[in-house]
């Protein structure tokens, strides 16, 4: 099983930055896929941005050019960088685990705000 901790959450106003991290620990496949979904009040849970350990990216048509994915496999931490931020980006932010071989794990969530 994996558990994973996430940070980086906040209030920011419509066109700043924020930065989340999830860190991985516990039965970490050499082989994985690490992403960010996010839920608003509502809303069914939605793909931000994902990055399998061999790099290969994947984000949603409504961040791309704004949001970056990076992630530091030594440190089994993922990073979603969020410039140009819109108010339609408030949700809460989870960070998802995925191997073949466990479970797949969520976050706890961190809540981003974007308001004047």
């Known amino acids: 099983q994996v558990q994973l901790v996430e940070s980086g959450g906040g209030l920011v106003q419509p066109g700043g930055s924020l930065r989340l991290s999830c860190t991985a620990s516990?039965?970490?496949?050499?082989?994985?896929?690490m992403g960010w979904y996010r839920q608003a009040p509502g809303n069914q849970r939605e793909l931000v941005a994902s990055?399998?350990?061999?790099?290969?990216?994947n984000y949603a048509d409504s961040v791309k050019g704004r949001f970056t994915i990076s992630r530091d496999n030594a440190k089994n931490t993922v990073y979603l960088q969020m410039n140009s931020l819109k108010p339609e980006d408030t949700a809460v932010y989870h960070c998802q685990y995925y191997s073949p071989n466990v479970p797949t794990s969520w976050g706890q969530g961190t809540q981003v705000t974007v308001s004047s």
């Open positions: 516990g039965s970490i496949d050499r082989f994985n896929v």
């Open positions: 990055m399998t350990s061999a790099f290969a990216i």
